[in-house]
């Protein structure tokens, strides 16, 4: 099946810096790589997607990179603010076969 | 947007005891829905695909007979943790693909707590 590695678990940045998290994946069949927003005790929020057949996805302050060659993504945010300050997971997976796997997640922590 | 009811959210029971968990589509049909346990500052893992009318697919190493799925209708899973202990302990949470384009939506989450 799909692993899923995420670094670094815990990230601290002061507000206005960006923010960088890195995934891996191991199946190269994988085509969808979801990233979710978890705020302590509620459910996690999609924040931003990106599909196999482009490389690069930006909403506003957030971005995703996707490297199919090297099976990596990553998550870009910038212009930190402290309510970004929450749990981010990446995911991978088929879309097809609807299961996706979580990375270990990553606590940001935006510091005003 | 697509709404997935989860209930309850809080649940404590004693060991031994089964407890079960609901999680409906409000406003959309989902013939699959996801779910998941969460353990204290870890990630979301897998546990099973429901299926509705048919057969959950669980995930390996998931017991099947301790965690039993139903899937009886295009809004409603279920999921039964049986003969609970306290190693069950966790947050469940259930998601379910809401019909757009390669969207899903997160049940709100139970925290079983085994005593």
């Known amino acids: 099946g799909e692993n899923v590695e995420q670094h670094p678990s815990t990230l601290s940045v002061q507000e206005g810096d960006s923010a960088v998290i890195k995934c891996t994946y191991s199946d190269s069949a994988s085509n969808y790589f979801p990233w979710y927003k978890q705020e302590l005790g509620k459910r996690p929020q999609l924040i931003i997607d990106?599909?196999?057949?482009?490389g690069e996805k930006k909403d506003q302050r957030i971005a995703v990179t996707l490297n199919k060659t090297a099976k990596h993504f990553s998550l870009h945010i910038t212009e930190t603010q402290p309510e970004d300050s929450a749990v981010y997971f990446c995911a991978a997976g088929i879309y097809n076969f609807n299961k996706f796997y979580f990375g270990s997640g990553t606590k940001l922590n935006v510091k005003p | 947007g697509a709404v997935v009811s989860q209930h309850p959210s809080r649940v404590i029971c004693k060991s031994g005891t089964s407890v079960k968990i609901e999680c409906r589509s409000l406003?959309?049909?989902?013939?699959?829905m996801f779910w998941y346990r969460q353990f204290p500052k870890q990630s979301l893992m897998l546990m099973a695909t429901?299926?509705?009318?048919?057969?959950?697919?669980?995930e390996q190493g998931v017991e099947k007979d301790k965690f039993l799925i139903n899937h009886a209708s295009l809004t409603l899973s279920t999921l039964t943790v049986t003969s609970a202990h306290p190693e069950d302990s966790s947050f469940y949470i259930c998601?379910?693909?809401?019909?757009?384009?390669?969207?899903?939506?997160f049940g709100s989450g139970t925290r079983l707590t085994v005593v």
């Open positions: 998601s379910a693909p809401d019909g757009t384009n390669y969207g899903y939506t």
């Open positions: 990106i599909r196999s057949n482009v």
């Open positions: 429901s299926n509705e009318g048919s057969k959950a697919t669980y």
């Open positions: 406003d959309f049909q989902a013939t699959t």
